[in-house]
C-alpha cells in the first residue's frame, strides 16, 4: 500500500478526491428517541399510521406484494441511551390468533411467540457467557465425542468431500457459518425418509436414484420412519447421523448457512459447560437478564399459555419438542425480552466490553456488496438514500413452521428493533418481510436525523480561552464543510491561536476554500447521564458512496478496483497522518455533560481548553 504525500505541514492527499467517515457514525448516537420533538418518535408515529393502513385495507400494496393482514404481528423500538424507546411498539393480531381457542387473542410487548432461527443469536451469547476464550478454537473432534473417528480421518485424507474436517471445526467456524457442512442435518430433510415415509419407492427409480438404506442415516431416521412424530431424537443419535454427511465446502472457505452449525454449537457448549441447554439459556441468559417469559420448551403453566401466540396445530406448530435442534430454532420469547436482550448486548452487561467489539464484526464476506457475515451475525449494510453512507445493521433473522422474526442491533445509533410474527397462510414470510422494509426505511433515517439534529445543538457554537491573556479559539458549525459532495456534518470553520489562522496551511491544507468535517472517532465511554469525553478527526477528503460512484468525479478518467478505493476509502488510511510530539494534529476532544452537550474543546496537538461561548 503506498503512503499518503504529505509535507512536514499539510496534510494534502496525493490525490484529488477521496472518501471520508470512518465506520464509526458521522454524529455521536442520539439520546432522545421519545420526546415530542425527537425525530425518531415522530417518525414511528408515521410509521404507524402506515400500518394501520395497510392492515386495514385502506392503504394497497402493489400486487406482486403480499397481504400483511393475513400475519399476527409485534414490532419494538430499544435504545442504550432511551430507556423509554421501549414503549414505541406495534402490535397486530390477524383473525386467526383474534378467534383462537387457545392462547392469546391479542398480542402485546409480553406475547410469547416461537422465535426460530433467532434463536440462533441467544446460543451464541450464551456460549459468550460461559467459555473460555480458548474453547471457541478447540476442536470439535475433541469437544463432542463420536463425532470424528480413525475411518473418517482416513477416507477424507483419500477425498476431502466424502467428511466433514471434525479435527479443523471449531465452536468459532459454526457460530460464523463456516464450517462448510451440511445445511439441515435433521432426517426429515433427507428425500430417502420422505419416500420410506410415503412408501413411494417406486420413485427412485425414475428419479435416477439408487436404492438407500434409510438406516444408514442413524437412529433419528430410524425413528422417525417408526414414528413419525418423533423425528426430533436426542443429541447422541444426532451425532452419529451427523458425522457422516458430506460437506458443503472445506471449513473457513466460503460462508454457508447451516442449521446443523448451531444444533453442534449448542452441543459443544453443554459438553464443555456439563450443563444441559436448558440450564445453560436460565443461568447464562434468561435469568441474569430478567428475559421472564424466554423459554427452551414451550411453556404449560396455564398462565404462560395464555399470553401465547398459538396458530396452526397446536403439536405440530406449537407444542412440538425441538430436542437435539432447540439451539438453532427452538426458542421462545416476546418482543419486549428481546429488547432486553439487544440492551444488554450494548450495555456489555454479561460479558466485557471488549468481548462484545470483537463479536460484532463481520467475520466473512458474502457475494454481495451489501450483506455480511458474522457470529451469527447476518449484517446488512444499509444504504441512505439521499447520501449513500452506510450503516450496518447487525441482524439475526428467524423464520420456521408458522413463526418469524428478527433482532436488529445498529451500533452507529446504540439503538435497534425487534420483530415477531406468527401465521398459516403460506405468504407470512414475504409479508414479515414486507414490515420489516417499512420498519427499517422509516426509522433508519429518523435515527441519522436525529442524531445530526442532537449534533447540531450539542457541538455547535464558539469555544475560546478562558485564560484573557491566550487568544485562542476554534468555531464548529453544521454542514458549513466545502469538502466536495460532503454529507450533513459538524465542520470545523475556525481554528486560530494568537491571531494565526491554523486552518489556512498550517495543520489542515494550504487550499483555504477547504473547510474541514469532523467525524467522531472515540465515543463517549461513560455512562449516560454523566460527563465524559467525545473525540473527533478533522477531516477534508472528499466523500463518494464506492469506487462505482467515483467514476463520476471530474477529469479521473476509467475508474475500477484499485484507483476506485482512494476515492471511496482514503480516511482510514489517512488517520493521524501528522502528529506533533506524538500527538494527532487533527483530533479535537470535546468535554460533555451527561446529556451530551459540549462545554469545552481542546485540540489535542495544543492542550489548550478552549470553553464553550455560543450554540
Given at each position: 500500500m503506498r503512503t499518503p504525500c504529505k509535507s512536514v505541514l499539510l496534510l494534502l492527499p496525493c490525490i484529488t478526491g477521496t472518501l471520508a467517515d470512518y465506520l464509526l457514525p458521522t454524529y455521536p448516537p442520539p439520546l432522545d428517541l421519545t420526546s415530542n420533538n425527537s425525530l425518531v418518535a415522530q417518525s414511528w408515529a408515521e410509521l404507524t399510521s402506515t400500518l394501520d393502513g395497510l392492515v386495514t385495507n385502506r392503504t394497497s400494496l402493489p400486487s406482486v406484494l403480499p397481504t400483511i393482514n393475513n400475519i399476527t404481528f409485534s414490532i419494538g423500538m430499544f435504545s442504550l441511551d432511551d430507556p423509554v424507546a421501549t414503549n414505541l411498539q406495534y402490535h397486530y393480531t390477524a383473525p386467526e390468533v383474534q378467534y383462537s381457542q387457545l392462547g392469546t387473542n391479542k398480542v402485546d410487548a409480553d406475547s410469547i411467540y416461537r422465535i426460530a432461527s433467532v434463536s440462533k443469536l441467544i446460543t451464541?451469547?450464551?456460549?459468550?457467557?460461559?467459555?473460555?476464550?480458548?474453547?471457541?478454537?478447540?476442536?470439535?473432534?475433541?469437544?463432542?465425542?463420536?463425532?470424528?473417528?480413525?475411518?473418517?480421518?482416513?477416507?477424507?485424507?483419500?477425498?476431502?468431500?466424502?467428511?466433514?474436517?471434525?479435527?479443523?471445526?471449531?465452536?468459532?467456524?459454526?457460530?460464523?457459518?463456516?464450517?462448510?457442512?451440511?445445511?439441515?442435518?435433521?432426517?426429515?430433510?433427507?428425500?430417502?425418509?420422505?419416500?420410506?415415509?410415503?412408501?413411494?419407492?417406486?420413485?427412485?427409480?425414475?428419479?435416477?436414484?439408487?436404492?438407500?438404506?434409510?438406516?444408514?442415516?442413524?437412529?433419528?431416521?430410524?425413528?422417525?420412519?417408526?414414528?413419525?412424530?418423533n423425528e426430533f431424537c436426542s443429541a447422541p443419535d444426532a451425532i452419529v447421523g451427523i458425522k457422516t454427511l458430506p460437506p458443503n465446502f472445506l471449513p473457513w472457505t466460503n460462508p454457508s448457512y447451516s442449521d446443523q452449525n448451531f444444533m453442534l454449537l449448542g452441543i459443544a457448549i453443554s459438553n464443555i459447560t456439563g450443563k444441559p441447554w436448558s440450564d445453560v439459556y436460565q443461568d447464562s441468559v434468561f435469568e441474569p437478564l430478567g428475559m421472564t417469559s424466554s423459554y427452551d420448551a414451550h411453556p404449560t403453566d396455564s398462565a404462560q399459555v395464555a399470553h401465547s401466540v398459538i396458530v396452526g396445530d397446536f403439536a405440530v406448530d406449537w407444542a412440538l419438542e425441538t430436542g437435539f435442534t432447540t439451539p438453532s430454532g427452538g426458542l421462545l420469547s416476546t418482543i419486549s425480552d428481546l429488547s432486553k436482550l439487544g440492551i444488554a448486548i450494548m450495555n456489555n452487561t454479561l460479558i466485557p466490553a471488549d468481548t462484545t467489539l470483537q463479536w460484532m464484526k463481520p467475520a466473512s464476506h458474502t457475494a454481495s456488496l451489501s450483506y455480511s457475515v458474522g457470529g451469527p451475525w447476518e449484517i446488512h449494510r444499509y444504504l441512505h438514500p439521499n447520501s449513500s453512507k452506510v450503516t450496518d445493521l447487525y441482524t439475526k433473522l428467524g423464520d420456521s413452521g408458522k413463526y418469524g422474526g428478527t433482532v436488529v442491533?445498529?451500533?452507529?445509533?446504540?439503538?435497534?428493533?425487534?420483530?415477531?410474527?406468527?401465521?398459516?397462510?403460506?405468504?407470512?414470510?414475504?409479508?414479515?418481510?414486507?414490515?420489516?422494509?417499512?420498519?427499517?426505511?422509516?426509522?433508519?433515517?429518523?435515527?441519522?436525523?436525529?442524531?445530526?439534529?442532537?449534533?447540531?445543538?450539542?457541538?455547535?457554537?464558539?469555544?475560546?480561552?478562558?485564560?484573557?491573556?491566550?487568544?485562542?479559539?476554534?468555531?464548529?458549525?453544521?454542514?458549513?464543510?466545502?469538502?466536495?459532495?460532503?454529507?450533513?456534518?459538524?465542520?470545523?470553520?475556525?481554528?486560530?491561536?494568537?491571531?494565526?489562522?491554523?486552518?489556512?496551511?498550517?495543520?489542515?491544507?494550504?487550499?483555504?476554500?477547504?473547510?474541514?468535517?469532523?467525524?467522531?472517532?472515540?465515543?463517549?465511554?461513560?455512562?449516560?447521564?454523566?460527563?465524559?469525553?467525545?473525540?473527533?478527526?478533522?477531516?477534508?477528503?472528499?466523500q463518494t458512496a464506492t469506487y462505482t460512484d467515483a467514476m463520476a468525479v471530474p477529469d479521473l478518467g476509467v475508474i475500477g478496483t484499485w484507483t476506485g478505493f482512494y476515492y471511496s476509502n482514503f480516511d482510514w488510511i489517512t488517520t493521524d497522518g501528522l502528529r506533533y510530539g506524538g500527538q494527532d494534529t487533527l483530533e479535537f476532544i470535546f468535554d460533555v455533560d451527561g446529556e451530551g452537550k459540549a462545554v469545552a474543546c481542546t485540540p489535542a496537538v495544543q492542550g489548550v481548553r478552549l470553553v464553550r461561548v455560543g450554540g
Open positions: 451464541v451469547y450464551a456460549g459468550l457467557t460461559t467459555l473460555k476464550p480458548q474453547d471457541w478454537d478447540r476442536s470439535l473432534a475433541d469437544i463432542i465425542p463420536g463425532l470424528d473417528d480413525a475411518t473418517q480421518a482416513r477416507l477424507r485424507s483419500l477425498n476431502p468431500t466424502v467428511s466433514p474436517q471434525w479435527d479443523k471445526i471449531t465452536p468459532r467456524a459454526l457460530a460464523t457459518q463456516l464450517s462448510g457442512i451440511a445445511t439441515i442435518g435433521i432426517p426429515s430433510a433427507d428425500w430417502s425418509v420422505t419416500f420410506a415415509l410415503e412408501g413411494i419407492s417406486d420413485t427412485l427409480a425414475s428419479f435416477g436414484l439408487p436404492p438407500y438404506n434409510v438406516s444408514a442415516l442413524g437412529p433419528c431416521a430410524t425413528n422417525l420412519i417408526q414414528n413419525a412424530s442491533i445498529i451500533p452507529q445509533y446504540n439503538a435497534g428493533f425487534t420483530m415477531l410474527n406468527a401465521g398459516t397462510a403460506t405468504n407470512r414470510p414475504d409479508s414479515a418481510l414486507v414490515v420489516l422494509d417499512l420498519l427499517t426505511n422509516t426509522i433508519v433515517p429518523a435515527l441519522e436525523a436525529q442524531a445530526a439534529a442532537e449534533a447540531q445543538q450539542n457541538y455547535v457554537g464558539r469555544y475560546i480561552s478562558s485564560d484573557p491573556s491566550l487568544n485562542a479559539s476554534v468555531t464548529i458549525t453544521f454542514n458549513a464543510s466545502t469538502v466536495p459532495g460532503s454529507i450533513n456534518s459538524l465542520s470545523l470553520t475556525e481554528w486560530t491561536y494568537n491571531n494565526t489562522n491554523l486552518l489556512s496551511g498550517a495543520f489542515i491544507t494550504s487550499l483555504t476554500d477547504i473547510i474541514p468535517r469532523l467525524e467522531p472517532s472515540i465515543l463517549k465511554q461513560t455512562p449516560p447521564g454523566t460527563p465524559g469525553f467525545v473525540a473527533f478527526q478533522a477531516s477534508t477528503n472528499i
